[in-house]
């Protein structure tokens, strides 16, 4: 297995860092899967309460200058890695102003991701800052376990009010309760809402608009000021939000 990669823009390295930073906030370990046009970082919580789970999908074309790798075999053209997300997000941190950063699959006694950056200088002579992140080879046997999760076609689709705002009021709510009932319509109202033996407490957003949803016979079919709702641990929300920082 092989692989290095090049990036030189500074647009591309600071978007790049911000998804590395956001998959920290998210989970201590992820899987980065590495293929010959994409990067893809996967959380897999199995957790028998629930827990975050994501599928990142990074177009390799859109950030590297330089991209080759070479997979298991031929037919299997892919590496799976997993690593801590900190030591990655705490990488890249210093190739903030880099001149380039270079990332490479190297054995150092066990598997690494070096990360090299180079950093600009007042003199001719240019920093090289390396960093050697440990990792586990993921079996072929296991790639099973990583694949795109299917999402099912949900009855309402909303756009959301600014995440700090939400994030604001979900983190105000969690000194009531522990579960939070989140409603939507397709009039573009959403619904935050606790309710406990004492207490019940909601607050509304209104005109937030509505994407369309992959089938159009579900929206065709609802009446848009009926509700859909979900009910979800509020911990496991802000989790979520928290790391919601890509732009």
Same mark, same amino acid.
Request: hydrophobic share 40%; charged share 25%; proline share 4%.
């Given at each position: 297995?092989?692989?290095?990669?090049?990036?030189?823009? &500074? +647009?591309?390295?600071?978007?790049?860092?911000?998804?590395?930073?956001?998959?920290?906030?998210?989970?201590?370990?992820?899987? !980065? =899967?590495?293929?010959?046009?994409?990067l893809n970082f996967i959380l897999c919580d199995r957790l028998v309460g629930g827990?975050?789970?994501?599928?990142?999908?990074?177009?390799?074309?859109?950030?590297?200058?330089?991209?080759?790798?070479?997979?298991?075999? +031929?037919?299997?053209?892919?590496?799976?890695?997993?690593?801590?997300?900190?030591?990655?997000? =705490?990488?890249?941190?210093? &190739?903030?102003? +880099?001149?380039?950063?270079? @990332?490479?699959?190297?054995? %150092?006694?066990?598997?690494?991701?070096?990360?090299?950056?180079?950093?600009?200088? *007042?003199?001719?002579?240019?920093?090289?800052?390396?960093?050697?992140? $440990?990792?586990?080879?993921? $079996?072929?046997?296991?790639?099973?376990?990583?694949?795109?999760?299917?999402?099912?076609?949900?009855?309402?689709? @909303?756009?959301?009010?600014?995440? %700090?705002?939400?994030?604001?009021?979900?983190?105000?709510?969690?000194?009531?309760?522990?579960?939070?009932?989140?409603?939507?319509?397709?009039?573009?109202?959403?619904?935050? %809402?606790?309710?406990?033996? !004492?207490?019940?407490?909601?607050?509304?957003?209104?005109?937030?608009?509505?994407? $369309?949803?992959?089938?159009?016979? &579900?929206?065709?079919?609802?009446?848009?000021?009926? *509700? &859909?709702?979900?009910?979800?641990?509020?911990?496991?929300?802000?989790?979520? !939000? +928290?790391?919601?920082?890509?732009?």
């Amino acid at each position: 297995m092989k692989f290095r990669a090049k990036i030189v823009d &500074a +647009a591309c390295l600071n978007h790049f860092t911000r998804v590395s930073n956001m998959i920290a906030k998210l989970a201590k370990t992820c899987t !980065l =899967r590495i293929s010959p046009e994409k990067l893809n970082f996967i959380l897999c919580d199995r957790l028998v309460g629930g827990g975050v789970s994501m599928w990142c999908e990074l177009e390799q074309e859109n950030f590297f200058s330089e991209f080759q790798m070479e997979g298991v075999s +031929a037919e299997n053209n892919a590496i799976y890695l997993e690593l801590t997300s900190e030591n990655l997000s =705490r990488a890249l941190k210093t &190739a903030q102003n +880099a001149r380039t950063l270079k @990332i490479k699959l190297t054995n %150092k006694h066990f598997p690494c991701l070096t990360v090299s950056v180079e950093l600009l200088s *007042m003199s001719t002579s240019s920093r090289i800052v390396t960093h050697d992140i $440990p990792l586990k080879v993921i $079996p072929r046997k296991l790639w099973k376990d990583f694949q795109q999760p299917s999402v099912p076609d949900a009855d309402v689709s @909303i756009y959301l009010p600014v995440l %700090k705002t939400l994030k604001s009021v979900v983190e105000k709510m969690k000194n009531i309760s522990n579960h939070l009932v989140i409603e939507a319509n397709l009039n573009g109202e959403l619904n935050l %809402k606790i309710e406990t033996d !004492l207490v019940c407490v909601t607050t509304h957003f209104k005109d937030l608009g509505n994407p $369309p949803l992959a089938s159009d016979d &579900a929206s065709r079919d609802r009446d848009p000021a009926e *509700m &859909a709702e979900v009910h979800v641990d509020i911990r496991k929300l802000l989790q979520f !939000l +928290a790391g919601q920082q890509t732009w």
